[in-house]
């Protein structure tokens, strides 16, 4: 099974800040990765898939990048709203989907 | 506007059985991949299940392999995961998620439906 690692797995930060979130998988996964966000006592919802591509209706603050087995989740300049935790999630295989452990963005 | 909506979850003894159901309407049913993923309390997401458009195609995380059988019925809209020889360790929320074009991401999800294995 591919693993996913994400880090941090908690980061403070304030409105405004750059934040930066890393998952790393075990083995290439080409561009096979999605981001998620997920607030509390809520479903998932869904931010970049294809690794840098954002859903229809995401704000452009949110970016995704990377290939193979590095990627990355940006938000350019943290919102009240963004205060959440994230998760990637690779598909290149899809007998064994993995998400990563998640990222709690909380304020500083 | 697409809508998935879970049900079916609740408390059962640990070797127990239940099956969860997921209506989806808002987009057409039969031409994508859907899957259930599961959360336990203060946990992470962890995937449990997959089945193609077609339902020809199944998929399992190995902890729930030989336990639990993914279904969906086209001509209803509805998703299906029947659960048996439950344990503990199962108790969580489980979503049901719509799968993106032709792929495994997930673009829409339902608010869950929880599943308590105790006894």
């Known amino acids: ?108 | 506007e697409v809508q998935l909506l879970e049900s079916g979850g609740g408390l059962v003894q640990p070797g127990g059985s239940l099956r969860l159901s997921c209506a989806a309407s808002g987009f057409s049913f039969s031409y994508f991949a859907v899957t259930w993923v599961r959360q336990s309390p203060g946990k992470g997401l962890e995937w449990v299940s997959a089945i193609s458009n077609s339902g020809g195609n199944t998929y399992y995380a190995d902890s729930v392999k030989g336990r639990f059988t993914i279904s969906r019925d086209n001509s209803k809209n509805t998703l299906y995961l029947q659960m048996k020889s439950l344990r503990a360790e199962d108790t969580a929320v489980y979503h049901c998620a719509k799968g993106g074009y032709g792929n495994y991401y997930f673009d829409y999800w339902g608010q869950g439906t929880l599943v308590t294995v105790s006894s």
């Open chain 1, 1 to 108: 099974d591919i693993q996913m690692t994400q880090s941090p797995s908690t980061l403070s930060a304030s409105v405004g800040d750059r934040v930066t979130i890393t998952c790393r998988a075990s083995q290439s996964i080409s561009t096979w990765l999605a981001w998620y966000q997920q607030k509390p006592g809520k479903a998932p919802k869904l931010l970049i898939y294809d690794a840098s591509s954002l859903e229809s209706g995401v704000p452009s603050r949110f970016s995704g990048s990377g290939s193979g087995t590095e990627f990355t989740l940006t938000i350019s300049s943290l919102q009240p709203d963004d205060f959440a935790t994230y998760y990637c999630q690779q598909y290149n295989t899809f007998s064994s989907l993995t998400f990563g452990g998640g990222t709690k963005v909380g304020i500083k």
